[in-house]
């Protein structure tokens, strides 16, 4: 039965990342698929992680680039919920609507990260480029997918405290003219 079920969430979890070739996803799609992925990783990792989601209703069906939610996620299990004291991993999810912007939120109950490592990552792109072995792809890919599929008018921040956990922020425009959409 466990392989089973193993079987129909990897079957899940990759028909929402081809979406059908689509660059876009629906919100609410991008959630299960971060579920999906959790589940997955509960599977995986003896310490049980506890994914909640708290979308506003008119935005479960808003189109947001595929793909932007896992990796973060992934960087909450294996930095910061992995290497961490805590009892259970808690993740939390949270989009709302703010002055024009999509604001998603992904916090976590992690180790946290310094503040030069939070600098490391916002400024790769521009400090590191020549240098490939500093880690963090999946992350540096969301980054630069997000200037590229929002025209640099979206943003991404994260907030931290050492041994509490980290929050990233991300802010997309609402009512952009989505490319590729399909």
């Known amino acids: 039965e466990q392989v089973c079920d193993i079987v129909i969430k990897l079957s899940k979890f990759y028909r929402i990342s081809l979406s059908n070739g689509s660059d876009y996803i629906d919100l609410k799609n991008e959630i299960e698929h971060v579920r999906l992925y959790t589940e997955l990783q509960n599977l995986r990792f003896s310490r049980k992680i506890k994914l909640t989601a708290n979308i506003e209703e008119s935005l479960e069906n808003y189109k947001i680039m595929?793909?932007?939610?896992?990796?973060?996620?992934e960087n909450s299990i294996l930095h910061g919920i992995s290497n961490s004291d805590v009892e259970q991993g808690e993740i939390n999810i949270s989009a709302a609507l703010k002055e024009n912007m999509i604001q998603i939120i992904v916090a976590d109950n992690g180790i946290g990260m310094s503040?030069?490592?939070?600098?490391?990552?916002?400024?790769?792109?521009?400090?590191?480029?020549?240098?490939?072995?500093?880690?963090?792809?999946?992350?540096?890919?969301?980054?630069?997918?997000?200037?590229?599929?929002?025209?640099?008018?979206?943003?991404?921040?994260?907030?931290?405290v050492p041994d509490k956990g980290t929050k990233v922020i991300i802010s997309i425009p609402y009512m952009y003219k989505q490319k590729n959409l399909s």
């Open 66 to 73: 595929k793909l932007l939610l896992q990796p973060i996620v």
């Open 115 to 160: 503040q030069s490592t939070i600098y490391r990552l916002m400024t790769y792109g521009e400090i590191h480029a020549d240098n490939d072995n500093l880690g963090g792809y999946g992350l540096k890919n969301v980054i630069s997918r997000l200037k590229l599929y929002y025209d640099n008018q979206a943003q991404i921040s994260f907030e931290s």
